[in-house]
């Protein structure tokens, strides 16, 4: 197993993480422990030494099955991270209750990453609101020695996650983004990792595969590959992408079997970044997977729209949503946005439409997201 250096630990680069673990009857709150508990064992003994779980995973079990199992190795074998919810505005005046109830379930007494969960849109004010202490409350634990490393992890845009880091980047010691190659210009993760280079802020990888969807290619992308590298697999292009980005430490996989879990292993059992050539044709495939409405962002159309609709961040959020096939990062996004300024608020003017250098058209597009939301 790879492992990196993070100040005086050493990390294995390939994370488990648990949001996916396996089922027994397919419903995502029940757990298959004694699945889950071999997967474990099976990472122990193969390297991986970081554990990542959050409140809200599996309906709050993947806290309780995750420290049941870790429980049964000594506690300097493993480092476990968790997270506040703040990805749901009722728990912001919760932060003690919440902090001591996740220790309780993890069977641990001390985290040795803590993380304010899903910085975005919908709760920046509040992660940002005194009023609420939760950065307050969570200095003092890792004062107190109950939290060793304190970050953070972020779904929303570059410039959400600068106001972040502008009210406490100097108190964030990683950060978690989506980061894929599908993702580095789709979702703008090139930029977030160079604002991150900026701070001097290591990073952690999630949805390396995009929730299996770069783990299973067409036929078409999946030969142009294999003539590069013919025994690699979809899944460890993903993974060999991320090895060639410098300052990321832990890249997490949420393996929901064992054979994935085998796979990743074997994968991260010695690092091949690609070449410029290979970096070349994999973002290459990226773009013509993506196959969105070709919105540059110029913003000729927020000058005509009598509604005053942020039409680039709608179309943007269109193609996230239409590409994941539904999803909840444009629903959470929205959330922030007021109803009147929705897709659903285009009165189909098509005033947009005549100063629009790529020929979108808008009307159609934001009725479609409208549509796709309500269903």
């Known amino acids: 197993m790879i492992c990196k250096e993070f100040q005086d630990l050493q990390l294995s680069a390939l994370g488990m993480g648990t949001m996916r673990l396996p089922l027994t009857d397919g419903k995502d709150e029940n757990i298959d422990e004694a699945a889950t508990a071999r997967m474990v064992e099976y990472a122990m003994n193969h390297g991986i030494n970081y554990y990542d779980t959050a409140w809200g995973y599996h309906g709050g079990n993947s806290e309780l099955v995750m420290g049941k199992i870790l429980s049964t190795y000594p506690r300097e074998k493993f480092y476990l991270a968790s997270k506040f919810p703040g990805y749901d505005l009722a728990n912001m005046p919760k932060v003690e209750e919440i902090f001591e109830k996740q220790l309780e379930k993890c069977q641990v007494s001390y985290f040795d990453f803590y993380l304010f969960h899903n910085v975005c849109e919908m709760n920046i004010n509040e992660y940002l609101d005194e009023k609420y202490g939760i950065f307050e409350y969570l200095m003092k634990q890792k004062e107190n020695g109950r939290i060793r490393h304190l970050g953070f992890s972020a779904h929303g ?112 059992e010695e690092e091949k970044p690609l070449s410029a050539e290979e970096m070349d044709t994999l973002l290459g495939i990226a773009d013509r997977m993506m196959n969105g409405v070709p919105c540059t962002a110029c913003h000729y159309c927020t000058s005509h729209c009598p509604q005053g609709i942020d039409i680039p961040s709608m179309l943007k959020l269109y193609n996230e949503h239409k590409f994941s096939g539904g999803g909840f990062i444009a629903p959470m996004a929205l959330m922030a946005v007021p ?12 005033s947009c439409e005549a100063v629009c250098p790529q020929q979108i058209r808008i009307s159609e597009t934001l009725a479609d997201f409208a549509g796709m939301l309500k269903a």
């Open 157 to 268: 845009d570059y410039d959400i996650m600068k106001r972040f880091l502008e009210a406490y980047g100097d108190h964030m010691e990683f950060c978690q983004i989506q980061l894929n190659y599908v993702d580095w210009k789709f979702q703008e993760a090139k930029e977030k990792v160079e604002l991150l280079n900026e701070y001097h802020i290591p990073i952690w990888v999630m949805e390396p595969v995009r929730g299996g969807m770069l783990a299973s290619l067409s036929d078409e992308y999946a030969k142009k590959l294999e003539t590069f590298r013919p025994d690699e697999e979809p899944a460890a292009w993903a993974f060999r992408f991320l090895q060639s980005i410098p300052n990321i430490v832990v890249t997490l996989s949420g393996m929901s079997n064992f054979e994935q879990l085998e796979k990743n292993i074997r994968t991260y």
């Open 339 to 350: 109803e009147d300024k929705q897709p659903s608020a285009c009165v189909g003017c098509r």
